[in-house]
């Protein structure tokens, strides 16, 4: 807590925010919550970039553009999904037992030490804009639960779809069945005359209802 507050210190010393500013940002973390740094953005008072940068001078921090960077899946997965939202960071390199991760808060202690007991390995920090860290996550999980894609069918398959059951056609019994009512509705016989349907030289298809 004295690393945030002091970000906010140097910060109104380096005339990027104004001590009313600060107070206004401080008040407000005490009421909700959340990184200093976080909301020193969010309530417009310096951009992410610029804080970003402010942050990796002063720490002595390297700064990683992740939108240049190609992370692979199994990098990823060193990191509990639970770890990752939680704190906002991203695994960007494994090398040799140590894990490399970018954050936007290199003061948030607590979560680097949760996250090197999980991994089990050190951890070393590099600083990227937050904004750039949650577009990351939100692409990394957001793969994770997208559908299946459907998988189309060999040809195989379609030979076989179209080798299938078909449906049973009627018979000629049940076509005179239906067509008899409708003839007298319309008056083309009368009840006395359904017989003109059995003729077996004549399909019941070949009719024309009028």
């Known amino acids: ?3 945030r507050s002091r970000l906010g210190r140097m910060l109104v010393e380096a005339n990027l925010l104004t001590p009313e500013q600060l107070k206004m940002a401080a008040d407000f973390q005490k009421a909700v919550g959340g990184k200093l740094g976080a909301i020193i953005v969010k309530l417009g008072f310096i951009e992410d970039q610029t804080l970003t940068h402010f942050i ?32 906002h960071v991203v695994p960007i390199h494994y090398h040799d037992g140590v894990l490399t991760v970018a954050t936007s808060d290199p003061f948030d202690y607590e979560a680097i030490e949760e996250i090197q007991l999980a991994v089990d390995s050190r951890i070393e920090m590099n600083l990227a804009p937050r904004s750039q860290i949650l577009r990351c996550i939100q692409e990394f999980f957001a793969r994770e639960e997208a559908p299946a894609p459907v998988k189309e069918k060999t040809r195989e398959q379609l030979l076989r779809d179209l080798e299938g059951p078909r449906a049973e056609k009627p018979s000629a019994e049940k076509l005179r069945e239906a067509l008899i009512p409708l003839l007298i509705e319309k008056g083309l016989i009368t009840e006395a005359e359904p017989e003109i349907l059995t003729c077996p030289a004549k ?6 209802v009028g």
């Open 1 to 3: 807590m004295e690393d």
């Open 56 to 87: 990796a001078r002063q720490q002595g921090i390297p700064v990683v553009n992740l939108a240049e960077l190609v992370i692979p899946e199994n990098l990823v997965k060193r990191i509990p999904r639970k770890l990752i939202e939680k704190h």
């Open 203 to 208: 399909e019941p298809s070949a009719l024309k």
